[in-house]
Structure formats: C-alpha cells, structure tokens
C-alpha cells in the first residue's frame, strides 16, 4: 500500500497537524471534501493524501480568499484535468506502440 493513502490519523491528530479544529474536519467530510478511512470501530482515519488536499483547501481559502463551493469547483476541476492527462499519455503510448509496429 501506498504510505500516502495509508489512514494513519484520528481526528483529533489531523487537526491538530493542520492547526484547525476537529469540527472543521467534520464539515469538510459532510459536504463531500475529503474522505477518510474510517476504523471497525467506525473512528475517522486521516492519511498524508488527506492532510495534503485539506491543506491545499485552506490555502484556497486563506490565501486566495476562494469560497467553499469555489474549492469544491477547483477541486472537481482539478481531479478531471488530472484524468484527462492520463488519458491523454495512455493515447499517446498506444499511438507509439502502434507506429513502432508499423515501422516493423
């Protein structure tokens, strides 16, 4: 497993680490920002992937003075340039594979 992905983080160490308040992780999780792992007891898990998005959301939010809904835009956004990237590369590798084998 990727230790990035790997929920390693309760609430209250996550917020603390961001230097927020547990309520505010709580509400970022209500409206769909960020999704942790949650314990068989059903407790919010934190991993460094997590840590790094809430980050980025603050400085959203802090720094640029974008909304909620505005870092709920950049985020979608984001994650959809993202897939379309990978898309593109895999097109492009299977284009280059193709014109190797014609040059065969």
């Given at each position: 497993m990727d230790e990035n992905i790997k929920p390693r983080y309760v609430i209250s160490i996550a917020a603390e680490l961001l230097g927020?308040?547990?309520y505010t992780l709580?509400?970022?999780?209500k409206v769909g920002i960020v999704r942790p792992a949650r314990s068989s007891g059903n407790i919010r898990l934190y991993s460094d992937m997590d840590l790094a998005l809430l980050?980025?959301?603050r400085a959203l939010m802090e720094d640029l003075g974008v909304n909620l809904a505005g870092v709920e835009v950049i985020l979608r956004m984001s994650r959809q340039i993202a897939r379309l990237q990978r898309a593109t590369e895999e097109l492009e590798a299977e284009i280059d594979s193709l014109r190797n084998r014609e040059e065969v």
């Open positions: 927020t308040r547990t709580r509400y970022y999780e980050r980025r959301v």
